[in-house]
């Protein structure tokens, strides 16, 4: 389509990108005239490109359209108007002259919150929901039919612009162009909105923006978070209007500060080390982070009595130079202003929240060790505050104590990654107590990536007091649960922001394929956390406690409830397959659960969850609350199992392992979760899509190298189809590529380490011996490194090792049973001593339904297989193991 794009800011910038990459012609860019010099970054990209650009600061004269713009307008001749974030009022002559009308942007779930500050008052009024409409322009601007919606959760402290980041901007823009390709396609709808449930609400401007004291402290919060950074809510304080910021609900005890007298507040504030605590007329409280003073300062509001007290800094020479380098980036961005002088206020020169991503921008690269961010420049906005600031924190005096991190670098997969490789202890990565190390191997080409610190006796009796202290006594201990969740979803952002970095470490230390680790060993991880993070201010929910009814009720009133609390210190023992999926899947509900942890990776596998423990301290997480023990597990794991103040052990690994850590555990009676061996069936019957069984049971087999715990080991191929099903494995196996993890082409990495190798082979010599046919593979590929090839066995008997005992490498062991013969498979699946998982592929629900049923096994895929979500509990039954992972917080066992 031809379009006109009527709008401005970096929104309406992507929406032209995007578009364009879509195909469509912009044949037009209507946006606003230059501010205080600056070009909107709309008309920047297109004057870029060549499209037109006109920046019209009206379209209305007293009403009536102005006519030579209209006239320009029409020049372009556009067949529809797209108008993302459009803030001008546009007149109906040109609403309604290309051929498709016009689409317009809206922040709210239309017809509710019409008007120019929906998204402030869909938090001031404290919906659960928030999102946007894409509806057709008519003369009213926000009230015509509507083309599409899409919606999000609100959280309990998010603001505008945690809205406008995480959901309005991206989604926004990805809908907008969604639109425009339904238009094209004469798809589009058109929905009238219904009046039920239409608001319209005033434009929030400063003098609107004064807090109302005499509500409870949750409509305080939605006040203030609702006018968060514009137009900001407002109090007067010692005589002048202090603007509030950063406000969260503090579910707490009153904590320790000075009193601070609000006009029109029934009840003094509160300084405190954490903020200004403000009171509700319900007696609850409200934690306000920042302040700002009508001259435009900022300061933290835990520094609102000595925010005077600090004296200039003296600079150094060098210092001196950065302060001109740092006046010379913002004469840069502020053109319009003659002389950058030391009371120059960046916003009130002109500057724009897409400036302060420039300026730190520019800074970075000219002093890279100087870390600043957004929020600094709102703290600092004076050019004189702004670089005393600078240089406090280049000297490092706001910092309490900086993590120090010894690191080993590599020069990997384009990029370089930095690994930490000792002990994480209370906060501190630290050699380990006897200065004992042992090499990580690279099982792509055998080389040595780092000398990993082994923690000794010592060293678990260190991280468990570390973790008793914070427990009991620290800051974790005592936080608000939605605090909690803060932490662990900033934790989740950093571990996404890292996830390239982290998959390249689990390509090089564990084998597994790039592109692998980057959806599912990283991507899950993320996921998971999210999904806690939800959880945590959520585990007092009528399912995880209880009011029950007792003989005493009555007439004495007497009443009995039940509640969910964190057990304490919990050691979790992970794998070596999923090195950083595995820790989530545990850590994650741990945490969220409101315990500590000490962690011992796989001794072969411990690099990235060392990197995990380095983001989790720069995510802000209080020290001994996560401790990482690289090492053996026969020393670190056995003392941690059988640790008296440990109180809750998690292992996935080996049956013979679980069986030893139950014996430790019983040394204090802790509470045991274990995900242990599985041997899982896979039939396929006569009447399943055959091409997607061969596809899916290649999935179930050789996923991660056939390192998966829930791998199909045994496949049980109905007779009429056996043969062919064997064929097709092995024309599309013998497509698979073998090779470097880190090529994004490879489908099948090196197994993990040399000894699991090794045992491979043997497993397939065992079959060849006991009469089983091999098909294809079982041998060492000729090439450095442990890699094996894809194998396929068939005529396996029951009674065969190969037929009771788990590979967990890429080996297909095929059994062929009689046609419609139902029970007799069923049977023949369920004779193991392992359940964790299952299959079955056929089209025939009844007898899908029979069989799942009857499958002794935690989880049993039809017509698909290795689906696992964050959302849906995961463990097995008989010697597989008990204790559940991932799904509801309270179902799991760490509460």
């Given at each position: 389509?031809?379009?006109?794009?009527?709008?401005?800011?970096?929104?309406?910038?992507?929406?032209?990108?995007?578009?364009?990459?879509?195909?469509?012609?912009?044949?037009?860019?209507?946006?606003?005239?230059?501010?205080?010099?600056?070009?909107?970054?709309?008309?920047?990209?297109?004057?870029?490109?060549?499209?037109?650009?006109?920046?019209?600061?009206?379209?209305?004269?007293?009403?009536?359209?102005?006519?030579?713009v209209v006239a320009a307008y029409k020049s372009v001749g556009a067949e529809l108007?797209?108008?993302?974030?459009?803030?001008?009022?546009?007149?109906?002559?040109?609403?309604?002259?290309?051929?498709?009308?016009?689409?317009?942007?809206?922040?709210?779930?239309?017809?509710?919150?019409?008007?120019?500050?929906?998204?402030?008052?869909?938090?001031?009024?404290?919906?659960?929901?928030?999102?946007?409409?894409?509806?057709?322009?008519?003369?009213?601007?926000?009230?015509?039919?509507?083309?599409?919606?899409?919606?999000?959760?609100?959280?309990?402290?998010?603001?505008?612009?945690?809205?406008?980041?995480?959901?309005?901007?991206?989604?926004?823009?990805?809908?907008?162009?969604?639109?425009?390709?339904?238009?094209?396609?004469g798809k589009a709808p058109r929905i009238p909105q219904p009046e039920e449930g239409?608001?319209?609400?005033?434009?929030?401007?400063?003098?609107?923006?004064?807090?109302?004291?005499?509500?409870?402290?949750?409509?305080?919060?939605?006040?203030?978070?609702?006018?968060?950074?514009?137009?900001?809510?407002?109090?007067?304080?010692?005589?002048?209007?202090?603007?509030?910021?950063?406000?969260?609900?503090?579910?707490?005890?009153?904590?320790?500060?000075?009193?601070?007298?609000?006009?029109?507040?029934?009840?003094?504030?509160?300084?405190?080390?954490?903020?200004?605590?403000?009171?509700?007329?319900?007696?609850?409280?409200?934690?306000?982070?920042?302040?700002?003073?009508?001259?435009?300062?900022?300061?933290?509001?835990?520094?609102?009595?000595?925010?005077?007290?600090?004296?200039?800094?003296?600079?150094?020479?060098?210092?001196?130079?950065?302060?001109?380098?740092?006046?010379?980036?913002?004469?840069?961005?502020?053109?319009?202003?003659?002389?950058?002088?030391?009371?120059?206020?960046?916003?009130?020169?002109?500057?724009?929240?897409?400036?302060?991503?420039?300026?730190?921008?520019?800074?970075?690269?000219?002093?890279?060790?100087?870390?600043?961010?957004?929020?600094?420049?709102?703290?600092?906005?004076?050019?004189?505050?702004?670089?005393?600031?600078?240089?406090?924190?280049?000297?490092?005096?706001?910092?309490?104590?900086?993590?120090?991190?010894?690191?080993?670098?590599?020069?990997?997969?384009?990029?370089?990654?930095?690994?930490?490789?000792?002990?994480?202890?209370?906060?501190?990565?630290?050699?380990?107590?006897?200065?004992?190390?042992?090499?990580?191997?690279?099982?792509?080409?055998?080389?040595?990536?780092?000398?990993?610190?082994?923690?000794?006796?010592?060293?678990?009796?260190?991280?468990?007091?570390?973790?008793?202290?914070?427990?009991?006594?620290?800051?974790?201990?005592?936080?608000?649960?939605?605090?909690?969740?803060?932490?662990?979803?900033?934790?989740?952002?950093?571990?996404?922001?890292?996830?390239?970095?982290?998959?390249?470490?689990?390509?090089?230390?564990?084998?597994?394929?790039?592109?692998?680790?980057?959806?599912?060993?990283?991507?899950?991880?993320?996921?998971?956390?999210?999904?806690?993070?939800?959880?945590?201010?959520?585990?007092?929910?009528?399912?995880?406690?209880?009011?029950?009814?007792?003989?005493?009720?009555?007439?004495?009133?007497?009443?009995?409830?039940?509640?969910?609390?964190?057990?304490?210190?919990?050691?979790?023992?992970?794998?070596?397959?999923?090195?950083?999926?595995?820790?989530?899947?545990?850590?994650?509900?741990?945490?969220?659960?409101?315990?500590?942890?000490?962690?011992?990776?796989?001794?072969?596998?411990?690099?990235?969850?060392?990197?995990?423990?380095?983001?989790?301290?720069?995510?802000?997480?209080?020290?001994?609350?996560?401790?990482?023990?690289?090492?053996?597990?026969?020393?670190?794991?056995?003392?941690?199992?059988?640790?008296?103040?440990?109180?809750?052990?998690?292992?996935?690994?080996?049956?013979?392992?679980?069986?030893?850590?139950?014996?430790?555990?019983?040394?204090?009676?802790?509470?045991?979760?274990?995900?242990?061996?599985?041997?899982?069936?896979?039939?396929?019957?006569?009447?399943?899509?055959?091409?997607?069984?061969?596809?899916?049971?290649?999935?179930?087999?050789?996923?991660?190298?056939?390192?998966?715990?829930?791998?199909?080991?045994?496949?049980?191929?109905?007779?009429?189809?056996?043969?062919?099903?064997?064929?097709?494995?092995?024309?599309?196996?013998?497509?698979?590529?073998?090779?470097?993890?880190?090529?994004?082409?490879?489908?099948?990495?090196?197994?993990?380490?040399?000894?699991?190798?090794?045992?491979?082979?043997?497993?397939?010599?065992?079959?060849?011996?006991?009469?089983?046919?091999?098909?294809?593979?079982?041998?060492?590929?000729?090439?450095?490194?442990?890699?094996?090839?894809?194998?396929?066995?068939?005529?396996?008997?029951?009674?065969?090792?190969?037929?009771?005992?788990?590979?967990?490498?890429?080996?297909?062991?095929?059994?062929?049973?009689?046609?419609?013969?139902?029970?007799?498979?069923?049977?023949?699946?369920?004779?193991?001593?392992?359940?964790?998982?299952?299959?079955?592929?056929?089209?025939?629900?009844?007898?899908?339904?029979?069989?799942?049923?009857?499958?002794?096994?935690?989880?049993?895929?039809?017509?698909?297989?290795?689906?696992?979500?964050?959302?849906?509990?995961?463990?097995?039954?008989?010697?597989?193991?008990?204790?559940?992972?991932?799904?509801?917080?309270?179902?799991?066992?760490?509460?």
């Amino acid at each position: 389509l031809k379009l006109a794009l009527i709008g401005q800011s970096i929104f309406g910038q992507e929406v032209y990108n995007k578009l364009r990459k879509e195909g469509h012609k912009v044949v037009g860019v209507f946006t606003v005239p230059d501010k205080n010099g600056q070009a909107d970054p709309l008309a920047l990209a297109a004057e870029k490109d060549g499209t037109p650009v006109f920046k019209f600061p009206r379209w209305r004269a007293k009403g009536k359209p102005i006519q030579e713009v209209v006239a320009a307008y029409k020049s372009v001749g556009a067949e529809l108007n797209v108008l993302p974030f459009c803030t001008q009022f546009i007149p109906m002559d040109v609403i309604d002259c290309p051929k498709h009308g016009s689409i317009i942007y809206h922040p709210s779930i239309l017809p509710r919150h019409r008007g120019a500050s929906a998204i402030n008052w869909t938090l001031i009024q404290g919906d659960k929901k928030a999102g946007f409409t894409i509806f057709w322009a008519d003369d009213g601007l926000d009230t015509g039919p509507i083309l599409l919606q899409r919606e999000c959760d609100v959280g309990q402290n998010d603001t505008v612009d945690d809205l406008y980041n995480r959901f309005l901007f991206p989604e926004g823009v990805k809908a907008m162009v969604e639109a425009v390709d339904l238009i094209a396609d004469g798809k589009a709808p058109r929905i009238p909105q219904p009046e039920e449930g239409a608001t319209y609400e005033g434009i929030q401007k400063k003098e609107n923006a004064e807090i109302s004291w005499d509500q409870p402290a949750a409509a305080l919060h939605n006040w203030i978070r609702g006018h968060d950074k514009v137009p900001g809510a407002w109090a007067t304080v010692d005589g002048q209007v202090v603007t509030f910021y950063g406000s969260s609900l503090l579910d707490a005890s009153v904590p320790a500060g000075q009193e601070l007298t609000i006009k029109g507040a029934s009840r003094p504030g509160l300084v405190t080390k954490n903020g200004l605590v403000i009171f509700g007329n319900d007696g609850k409280m409200v934690l306000v982070r920042n302040l700002q003073f009508e001259d435009g300062k900022m300061i933290p509001a835990s520094k609102y009595f000595s925010a005077d007290e600090t004296t200039a800094l003296e600079l150094t020479e060098e210092e001196k130079k950065m302060a001109e380098d740092i006046r010379a980036i913002w004469k840069g961005i502020l053109s319009n202003i003659a002389v950058i002088e030391d009371s120059t206020d960046f916003f009130k020169s002109g500057a724009s929240s897409m400036h302060v991503v420039r300026m730190l921008e520019e800074i970075k690269q000219k002093y890279s060790g100087l870390q600043l961010q957004n929020e600094d420049v709102y703290m600092a906005t004076k050019f004189a505050d702004f670089v005393q600031m600078a240089v406090r924190k280049l000297r490092g005096e706001d910092k309490e104590e900086e993590l120090v991190i010894d690191y080993v670098s590599k020069n990997v997969n384009n990029m370089t990654v930095n690994m930490p490789y000792q002990c994480f202890i209370n906060g501190q990565f630290i050699n380990a107590d006897d200065g004992k190390t042992y090499d990580t191997i690279n099982p792509t080409d055998g080389s040595i990536i780092a000398s990993v610190s082994s923690a000794s006796f010592a060293d678990v009796d260190k991280a468990v007091a570390a973790a008793k202290e914070a427990f009991e006594n620290g800051e974790w201990g005592r936080m608000n649960a939605r605090e909690r969740g803060r932490l662990m979803y900033r934790l989740a952002d950093l571990m996404e922001e890292h996830q390239e970095e982290l998959a390249t470490i689990e390509s090089i230390d564990s084998g597994a394929v790039y592109t692998l680790a980057l959806k599912t060993h990283i991507g899950m991880s993320v996921q998971t956390f999210r999904y806690f993070a939800g959880w945590c201010d959520k585990i007092q929910a009528s399912e995880c406690g209880a009011t029950i009814p007792i003989n005493q009720a009555r007439p004495n009133h007497n009443l009995t409830f039940t509640k969910k609390e964190p057990i304490g210190v919990c050691a979790i023992v992970i794998p070596w397959n999923y090195p950083l999926m595995m820790l989530a899947w545990k850590s994650a509900a741990c945490l969220a659960a409101g315990n500590t942890l000490v962690l011992k990776p796989a001794q072969v596998t411990p690099l990235t969850s060392l990197k995990f423990a380095e983001l989790s301290a720069k995510a802000g997480f209080p020290k001994g609350v996560i401790n990482i023990l690289p090492g053996s597990g026969g020393l670190v794991g056995q003392h941690l199992s059988k640790h008296p103040d440990v109180r809750k052990i998690g292992f996935t690994g080996s049956t013979p392992t679980g069986k030893e850590i139950m014996k430790s555990a019983a040394t204090n009676l802790k509470k045991v979760s274990l995900e242990l061996g599985g041997k899982s069936p896979l039939i396929i019957f006569n009447d399943c899509d055959l091409d997607r069984a061969v596809k899916m049971g290649m999935g179930a087999v050789y996923f991660n190298k056939g390192e998966n715990c829930i791998a199909a080991g045994r496949l049980f191929v109905e007779e009429s189809i056996h043969d062919e099903f064997v064929r097709k494995v092995v024309e599309e196996i013998k497509k698979m590529k073998i090779g470097d993890p880190l090529d994004r082409s490879t489908d099948h990495g090196p197994q993990n380490h040399k000894a699991h190798l090794e045992k491979l082979l043997q497993y397939c010599e065992t079959g060849v011996k006991e009469g089983a046919t091999l098909v294809y593979g079982g041998k060492q590929v000729c090439r450095p490194g442990f890699f094996m090839e894809p194998t396929v066995f068939t005529d396996v008997e029951d009674h065969m090792y190969i037929a009771k005992e788990e590979s967990f490498g890429p080996v297909m062991v095929i059994s062929k049973f009689k046609n419609g013969d139902v029970d007799g498979v069923l049977r023949r699946a369920n004779s193991t001593e392992y359940g964790l998982a299952s299959g079955i592929f056929t089209k025939d629900i009844s007898k899908a339904l029979y069989i799942s049923e009857k499958l002794e096994a935690g989880t049993v895929f039809i017509n698909t297989y290795n689906k696992t979500d964050v959302a849906a509990p995961f463990g097995g039954f008989k010697q597989s193991g008990f204790g559940k992972d991932l799904g509801k917080l309270f179902s799991t066992s760490f509460l």
